[in-house]
């Protein structure tokens, strides 16, 4: 859901996730064994990350890193790499 400073309803934003995280204009989306981004406040779909051969529970982005909790462990990337990647 989206609100304005002053606390006010302005937009409902649907999305299929277990896991979210919001990092500046950026909201990060666990959604099976993809991370989404989306750029706020119009929710614009920018990148994917496939996570394929991870159990994902959660994440965290901090530092140009994230940070990938698993059944297995914690793993960290460098967010330069994952780019990359793509």
């Not at 304005?4 to 649907?14: E, L, N």
């Not at 959604?31 to 989306?38: A, E, L, R």
């Not at 929710?43 to 994902?56: P, T």
Request: no cysteine; glycine share 4%.
């Amino acid at each position: 859901a989206l609100f304005d400073v002053f606390g006010t309803y302005i937009q409902f934003y649907p999305i299929v996730s277990t896991f979210i995280d919001l990092k500046n204009d950026f909201l990060f989306s666990l959604d099976g064994q993809n991370i989404k981004v989306f750029k706020l406040p119009l929710m614009d779909h920018i990148a994917s990350i496939n996570l394929s051969d991870q159990s994902s529970e959660s994440f965290k982005i901090m530092n140009q890193k994230l940070y990938l909790k698993t059944l297995t462990g914690l793993f960290i990337y460098s967010i330069k790499n994952l780019a990359n990647n793509k």
